[in-house]
């Protein structure tokens, strides 16, 4: 397992843009599966995106407006955010799981990972 730390949500008004960082612990993260979730209050955590290998999926309702990608030499990975909506107002949690675990048909399940950050919360203002 690696330990993950997400950073870069806040507070932003409707239309705007952020890029979250998920950084790991690790010299190995490049081997690891990284997913991006969301929880907002009274919901079940969901599937945002994801990234293995050179390889990267989306959900379908982020795919135009989300875009997932890494730094192996920061053992970091991004996901940018743009046109955002007062509907994606959530905490986001970055996970990860070594490549060999990760299965893509299973890659929006939060089972299928192994390793979660402790989440950044992102509020989008209307």
């Known amino acids: 397992q690696v330990q993950l730390v997400e950073s870069g949500g806040g507070l932003v008004q409707a239309g705007g843009s952020l890029r979250l960082s998920c950084s790991a612990s690790?010299?190995?993260?490049?081997?690891?599966?990284v997913g991006w979730f969301r929880q907002a209050p009274g919901k079940e955590r969901e599937f945002v995106a994801a990234?293995?290998?050179?390889?990267?999926y989306y959900a379908d309702s982020m795919k135009g407006r989300f875009a997932i990608s890494r730094d192996n030499a920061k053992t970091t990975v991004y996901l940018q955010m743009n046109s955002l909506a007062p509907e994606d107002t959530a905490v986001y949690y970055c996970?990860?799981?070594?490549?060999?675990?990760?299965?893509?048909?299973?890659?929006?399940?939060?089972?299928?990972?192994?390793?979660w950050g402790q989440g950044t919360q992102v509020t989008v203002s209307s």
């Open positions: 990234i293995a290998f050179s390889s990267t």
């Open positions: 996970a990860a799981v070594i490549g060999g675990g990760f299965v893509a048909s299973r890659r929006h399940l939060p089972t299928s990972y192994n390793s």
């Open positions: 690790g010299r190995t993260f490049n081997s690891y599966a």
